[in-house]
Each structure stands twice: as structure tokens, then as C-alpha cells.
């Protein structure tokens, strides 16, 4: 069957680069970035020239992001059709001499030194896409320095139930049984993991990370029917206020199942 990330072509990056820039799952996007950020400037290195490792990157968006304000970011993907996208942005940009291309697998992490890393990203659902995730998460753990930092995503369980996941009901109880769901490809029906919030949590743990915290993502667009959506985004000030309350209930834990995404914050336990 071979793995399909790997592969992704540099059309396939140019399509999703297209879907994350336009409509409402572009503004979903745009929404789910700019608090993401805001979680991740808490964690910036003080020293801007220390590299920061931005696993399952994807055509560059948090590398990009970083570079851009002046940090140093080490880009990986499985797929070298994806980072030949991720070139041709990070070249557009003039910001080659900020961002280092590397393939890799996050499974398989052994060209990267033990105690490497002060912070770690890990954004686009890597942990949900890989072969295994307890292995990816004793790999990033591995290559952390001590009291380094992870932030991540995963796919929630409890939400992912659109046409892409779960067409069917046999589907739906395997999703909800197994958390086991496939990309929508029916000649690489690649499995796809999808975390329930203490699943996460526990694994989060049994591989070496204290969790600081976990919060649910795109979580207004799992709330809100679309015309609502539309009018709260319809202006720039529209957009700032959607951060603020999503951020506000962000916080609100009995919301973690609702998020299409759980993201979470761990840095590397010691002992």
C-alpha cells in the first residue's frame, strides 16, 4: 500500500495551501492560527537564534511564522513533495537562511541528537496521521532537553464525524470504539488516530511529558452554524472579537470533547 503522506506531491501542497487561504476553512484556519500563537510566544527561546524543531511542518506555516519574527525553525515533513512547497514559500520569502528543510518521520527521529530542543511543534494533527504515536512521543521526548517544551495537536474523537471520517455507521462506532478513522482515499485508505481528551492525556504521560494544558480547537466553528460564522467574520474587528471568545472558552474544560482539534502543551518530565 506505501504510506501516502509520503507520497504527497508539490501539487497537493499548492491544494492545501489553497484551501487553507480561502472561504470559511480558510477563516478557520486564520482563527485556529492566530491563537495558536498566542499560546506558542509563552515559549519562545529568549536567544532567537536557537532552533526550533516544527514537526510534520507541512509548506512551512509556523516555520514561516517563526522566521519571519526572527527565529531559527528546522522544518520536517514525511513528505519531500510538501517540503518542496514549503521551499518555494520559505525561497518567496527570502527566509532560506532562517529555515533548515529536512525529511523525516516523527516515529523515526534518529538524526536529530538526544536533549536537542528547547521548544518542539508539532501542528497539523502529525500524531494523528503517523503509524504510532506512543513511538513519536518517546522520540520527540528523546530529542527534548530537559524542561523542554511540546506543542501539539491531535484529532478529537468526539468531533471529526464529517463525509472525510465517517460516511457511514459502521464508520461512526469504529471512530467512537477504536478512534481509528481512514483518510478518504479508497485505493490508500491511510488509518487515522483520534484522541479522546484523557487518551491523549494518558499517553501524554505514560511517555515522559508532564501536561501543563489542553484546549479544543475551531472550537466556534463546531459551535455555530455557518451563516452565524459568516456575519461574526464579515470585518476585521469581527475577526479580533471571535479570538477573544473562543480564548475565553477555551478555558471552560467541560468544552475539550467539542473542538474538532485538541491542542496541548507538555514539557518533558524529568526522572
Not at 519571519?68 to 510538501?82: N, Q, R, V
Request: charged share 30%; proline share 4%.
Amino acid at each position: 500500500m506505501g504510506n501516502p503522506w509520503k507520497k504527497m506531491t508539490l501539487e497537493d501542497g499548492k491544494t492545501f495551501d489553497g484551501q487553507k487561504e480561502k472561504g470559511s476553512y480558510g477563516d478557520m484556519i486564520a482563527l485556529k492560527c492566530e491563537i495558536l500563537w498566542n499560546i506558542i510566544k509563552k515559549y519562545l527561546p529568549d536567544d532567537r537564534t536557537v532552533p526550533i524543531l516544527d514537526l510534520g511542518g507541512g509548506t512551512g506555516v509556523w516555520s514561516i511564522r517563526l522566521a519571519l519574527e526572527g527565529y531559527s525553525a528546522i522544518l520536517t515533513d514525511i513528505s519531500p513533495g510538501i517540503l518542496e512547497r514549503a521551499k518555494e514559500k520559505i525561497d518567496k520569502e527570502s527566509l532560506s537562511d532562517k529555515i533548515i528543510i529536512e525529511q523525516a518521520d516523527i516515529c523515526n527521529l534518529k538524526k536529530y541528537k538526544e536533549s536537542s530542543f528547547l521548544l518542539v511543534l508539532a501542528s497539523g494533527d502529525p500524531l494523528s496521521y503517523c503509524d504510532n504515536a506512543k513511538k513519536a512521543l518517546e522520540e520527540i521526548r528523546r530529542i527534548t532537553k530537559e524542561s523542554g517544551v511540546l506543542i501539539g495537536e491531535v484529532e478529537n474523537r468526539y468531533k471529526m464525524f464529517d463525509g472525510r471520517r465517517a460516511s457511514s455507521w459502521e464508520d461512526a462506532k469504529r471512530i467512537l470504539n477504536e478512534g481509528t478513522a481512514f483518510w478518504p482515499d479508497k485505493k490508500n485508505p491511510a488509518p487515522i488516530r483520534q484522541f479522546s481528551p484523557s487518551e491523549l492525556e494518558n499517553l501524554l504521560v505514560a511517555t515522559g511529558w508532564q501536561l501543563i494544558d489542553m484546549q479544543p480547537s475551531h472550537l466556534i466553528f463546531s459551535l455555530l452554524e455557518r451563516e452565524i460564522l459568516q456575519q461574526g467574520l464579515a470585518s476585521k474587528e469581527g475577526f479580533k472579537e471571535m479570538v477573544v471568545l473562543e480564548e475565553k472558552l477555551r478555558k471552560d474544560k467541560h468544552l475539550l470533547g467539542c473542538g474538532f482539534e485538541i491542542q496541548f502543551i507538555a514539557r518533558k518530565a524529568i526522572g
